[in-house]
Structure formats: C-alpha cells, structure tokens
C-alpha cells in the first residue's frame, strides 16, 4: 500500500490525474445507484379545491377610503381629530402605529386616478392607490370581524416606472 501512495504522490501532475480518475469513479458510482434505485411510487394527484375569493369592489374601496382620511390633514383639523378620523378604518394594531404618526410627514394629496388590485384573497387584498401629488401608496386590507381594515399602508417605492419615489407612510 505504501508503494502505491508513494506512486501516487510522486509528482503534481501524477496526483491530479488519481484524483480525477477516483472523481469520475464515485460520480459513476452514484450514477448506477441512482439508475438502480425505484423512485417514489407514483400517487393519483387531484386539483386543488377551488378557493372562494372575495369581490375586490369592497377591498378597494376600503382602502380608497382610507388613503383619502390617512394621506392629508386638513388645515382646520387638530392631529387629534385626524388620528379619531383614520382610526375606525384600521385594524387595532395599526391604530396604535398610526397613534405615533405625525401627518406632517405624509405625502398628501388625496386619492385619484383608478386603484389597482395587487392582490386579492378572501381574507386580505393588496391594492395600489394613486394620490394627486403623483405618488403611489401600497394599501394592505385584511376582512376583520366581516369588515375590510386596513393593516398597513407603504410608499410605492422600487417598482417599475418608480424608481425614484421616496416617502413616509405612517
């Protein structure tokens, strides 16, 4: 056996040639292992059941509401009276978000233009809502206790045709 190591690591060139040919070996090895082995049994697949999924008009609306409330205080109001006119349109937990939000720093403009579905599922839905300022929000609903509330709202910033688009959300 030592004759054979020896042999083997005479030189670089002797060495590099052993470990191709031990590679090859264990490449094919694997090969008619796997070639000899069964493959799981085949199982009789049925479509998936089709899911009910919600109307978008009542999302979409929901979350057109909301931007119009969220995205501009009116001069006249107290932040008070904006954070009690946001909040029956959210979900608690982002109430308490909205709570720390000083609408100074919101884009504003209200909403216009056509809303976009993003997504839509029975539970919760994606929808994109153009302001007048030129920028886009991202408005997350979610079908809470047989309502649409809104959970989160973010700039459409990053996508296609807005790469330069900056801003807060809440």
Request: proline share 10%; hydrophobic share 50%; aromatic share 4%.
């Amino acid at each position: 056996m030592a004759d054979v190591l020896a042999w083997c690591f005479h030189s670089p060139r002797r060495l590099l040639v052993v470990a191709v040919a031990l590679l090859a070996v264990v490449i094919g090895i694997g090969a008619g292992v796997r070639a000899l082995t069964p493959g799981p049994a085949p199982t009789a697949s049925r479509p998936p059941a089709p899911v009910a999924v919600a109307e978008a008009g009542p999302a979409v609306a929901a979350a057109v509401s909301f931007a119009r409330a969220w995205a501009t205080k009116a001069p006249t109001a107290t932040v008070e009276q904006w954070r009690a006119g946001v909040q029956p349109l959210v979900t608690p937990e982002f109430g308490r978000l909205l709570a720390t939000t000083d609408p100074a720093a919101l884009p504003g403009g209200g909403p216009t233009g056509q809303p976009a579905v993003r997504f839509l599922s029975s539970a919760s839905s994606l929808v994109e809502v153009p302001l007048s300022t030129g920028r886009r929000v991202l408005v997350t609903v979610v079908l809470l206790g047989g309502r649409w509330l809104v959970s989160d709202v973010q700039p459409l910033a990053g996508d296609l045709g807005d790469v330069g688009a900056t801003g807060s959300a809440g």
